[in-house]
C-alpha cells in the first residue's frame, strides 16, 4: 500500500480494489456482478485508482465489460486471495474472498477514507443484491452509452 492523497493508505492498483470488493462481498459474486460492481467503483471512487491502471470497460453483450477483471482475478487466485468455483448446476464461474484474501481486503477497505470505504461497501452490497436481470437494467438506464453492443432485452 502507499500513502494515499487522503492521508490515509489506499488500494495501489486495480487488483487492490477487486479483492477490497470481494472481500466486502457477504457472498460469493457471479460473473455479473463482479464486473459490474467494479465498473461502478471505478465510475463513483476513480480517484482509488489514481496513478495505476484501470479497467477499460468497453460495451459488452450485457454491459460495461474487462475481461482483464477475470485475469485479475485468477491471478489472485493463484495468490491464494480468491476462490474461483463453478456454480452448482451452471456453467458459471463464481468469485469470493479466502480467509487470507478477507484478511487482506478488509485492510485495503480500511485503509480507504470513511468515505470512499462507505461507499464501496453500498456499491457492493447493491450490485449483490439483484438479479441479473435487474443489474443489467439498472446499469443500462444509468449509463445508456454501455448498451450499443447488448443481446440483453430488457422487459418492457
Same mark, same amino acid.
Given at each position: 500500500?502507499?500513502?494515499?492523497?487522503?492521508?490515509?493508505?489506499?488500494?495501489?492498483?486495480? +487488483?487492490?480494489?477487486?479483492?477490497?470488493?470481494?472481500?466486502?462481498?457477504?457472498?460469493?459474486?457471479?460473473?455479473?456482478?463482479?464486473?459490474?460492481?467494479?465498473?461502478?467503483?471505478?465510475?463513483?471512487?476513480?480517484?482509488?485508482?489514481?496513478?495505476?491502471?484501470?479497467?477499460?470497460?468497453?460495451?459488452?453483450?450485457?454491459?460495461?465489460?474487462?475481461?482483464?477483471?477475470?485475469?485479475?482475478?485468477?491471478?489472485?487466485?493463484?495468490?491464494?486471495?480468491?476462490?474461483?468455483?463453478?456454480?452448482?448446476?451452471?456453467?458459471?464461474?463464481?468469485?469470493?474472498?479466502?480467509?487470507?484474501?478477507?484478511?487482506?481486503?478488509?485492510?485495503?477497505?480500511?485503509?480507504?477514507?470513511?468515505?470512499?470505504?462507505?461507499?464501496?461497501? +453500498?456499491?457492493?452490497?447493491?450490485?449483490?443484491?439483484?438479479?441479473?436481470?435487474?443489474?443489467?437494467?439498472?446499469?443500462? +438506464?444509468?449509463?445508456?452509452?454501455? +448498451?450499443?453492443?447488448?443481446?440483453?432485452?430488457?422487459?418492457?
Amino acid at each position: 500500500m502507499r500513502y494515499g492523497s487522503f492521508g490515509r493508505t489506499s488500494p495501489v492498483n486495480r +487488483k487492490d480494489v477487486l479483492l477490497a470488493a470481494l472481500a466486502a462481498a457477504e457472498k460469493p459474486m457471479q460473473p455479473v456482478h463482479l464486473q459490474k460492481a467494479l465498473f461502478l467503483i471505478d465510475k463513483k471512487l476513480p480517484r482509488l485508482f489514481e496513478g495505476h491502471e484501470r479497467y477499460a470497460f468497453q460495451p459488452y453483450d450485457y454491459g460495461p465489460f474487462d475481461s482483464a477483471v477475470y485475469a485479475d482475478a485468477d491471478a489472485l487466485a493463484l495468490e491464494g486471495f480468491v476462490t474461483v468455483n463453478r456454480d452448482s448446476g451452471s456453467w458459471y464461474r463464481v468469485y469470493a474472498a479466502t480467509e487470507k484474501g478477507r484478511v487482506r481486503g478488509s485492510a485495503l477497505v480500511a485503509g480507504m477514507t470513511d468515505k470512499q470505504s462507505a461507499l464501496l461497501r +453500498k456499491i457492493v452490497a447493491l450490485v449483490s443484491s439483484l438479479s441479473f436481470r435487474q443489474l443489467v437494467s439498472a446499469i443500462y +438506464k444509468s449509463y445508456p452509452e454501455t +448498451k450499443v453492443n447488448s443481446v440483453f432485452k430488457e422487459k418492457k
